[in-house]
C-alpha cells in the first residue's frame, strides 16, 4: 500500500519551491526594466486519480512511479514569444540547482495531436529532515498561444478521453495551425517593432552629433 500524503510530500515541496524560484527569474527581469522572457509560471502536482492512470496505462509497476512518470511533480512556464523559450530553457541550463535529465522538443516535432511545448525533465534535491531526496520534475515552456490549444485540447480529451469525434479532431488541428501562425505573427511584429525602434535611435543619435 503506497501512502499518497507520504509519497506526495517531497514532490509538493518541490513544485512550491520551484515557482518562488523560476517567478523569482522573473522579477529580476522587471527589476532590469528588460524584456522578460518569462510572462508567468504555475505549478502542480498530478493528482493521484491521473498518476494512476498513466501507471496503469503504460504498465508501470507502483514501485517504479517516481522513476517513470516524470510529471508527478509539474511547472509551467508561459513566453510571449517562441524566441523566449530557447532563452527560458538556457537560463534553466545555466542553473547550479538542480540537474537536467532530458529534453523535449515538441516545437520543432510537433505531435500527432498537433501539441506544442518544449520539456526540460530535471532531477530536484528536496531538502528533508531525514537528508536530501531527489525527485524528477517536468518543466513546460511554451507560448501563451501554444498554452491556449493545449488548455482546452486537454480539457476536451477530458470529456472524449482521447476519442475525439472526427470534426472535432480537425477542427483542433485547425486551431494547431491557427496557434501556429499567430505565433508566427507576433515575432514579425515584434521584429518590426524592434527595427523601427533601432531606426528611431539611429536618427536621434544623427541629431545629436
Ligand atoms: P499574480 O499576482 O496573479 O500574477 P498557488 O495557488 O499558491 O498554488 P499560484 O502560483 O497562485 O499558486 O497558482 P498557479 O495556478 O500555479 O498559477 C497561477 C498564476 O498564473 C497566477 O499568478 C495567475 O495570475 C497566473 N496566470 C494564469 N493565467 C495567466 C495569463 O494568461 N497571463 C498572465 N500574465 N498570468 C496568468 P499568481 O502567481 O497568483 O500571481
Ligand atoms: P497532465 O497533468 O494532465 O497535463 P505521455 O506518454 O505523452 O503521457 P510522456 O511521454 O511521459 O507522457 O511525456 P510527454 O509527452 O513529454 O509529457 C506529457 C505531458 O505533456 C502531458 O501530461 C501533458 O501535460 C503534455 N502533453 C503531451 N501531449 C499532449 C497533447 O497532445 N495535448 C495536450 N493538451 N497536452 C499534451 P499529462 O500526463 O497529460 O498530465
Redesign the pocket.
Known amino acids: 500500500m503506497v501512502n499518497w500524503d507520504d509519497f506526495l510530500a517531497p514532490y509538493k515541496q518541490a513544485v512550491e519551491e520551484l515557482?518562488v524560484k523560476l517567478?523569482g527569474m522573473r522579477t529580476q527581469f522587471e527589476r532590469e526594466n528588460t524584456h522578460s522572457p518569462i510572462?508567468?509560471v504555475?505549478?502542480?502536482v498530478k493528482p493521484v486519480a491521473s498518476i494512476l492512470d498513466k501507471a496503469a496505462s503504460k504498465n508501470i509497476p507502483l514501485e517504479r512511479i517516481d522513476q517513470e512518470i516524470q510529471d508527478i511533480a509539474g511547472l509551467r512556464m508561459?513566453c510571449q514569444f517562441v524566441d523566449d523559450i530557447m532563452k527560458v530553457v538556457q537560463l534553466l541550463r545555466q542553473r547550479n540547482d538542480f540537474e537536467i535529465v532530458e529534453e523535449r522538443d515538441y516545437i520543432s516535432h510537433k505531435k500527432a495531436s498537433g501539441y506544442r511545448s518544449y520539456h526540460v525533465v530535471i532531477r530536484y534535491p528536496v531538502q528533508t529532515i531525514h537528508g536530501e531526496k531527489k525527485i524528477l520534475v517536468e518543466i513546460q515552456i511554451r507560448t501563451?498561444a501554444m498554452n491556449f490549444w493545449a488548455t482546452i485540447e486537454h480539457s476536451l480529451n477530458y470529456k472524449y478521453k482521447g476519442q475525439f469525434p472526427e470534426d472535432i479532431r480537425l477542427r483542433l488541428k485547425r486551431a494547431a495551425e491557427a496557434a501556429f501562425l499567430l505565433d508566427e505573427e507576433m515575432s514579425k511584429i515584434r521584429f518590426e517593432i524592434q527595427e523601427a525602434q533601432r531606426v528611431f535611435l539611429r536618427k536621434l543619435e544623427g541629431q545629436e552629433e
Do not use: D, H, I, P
Open positions: 515557482k517567478k510572462e508567468f504555475t505549478g502542480r508561459m501563451l
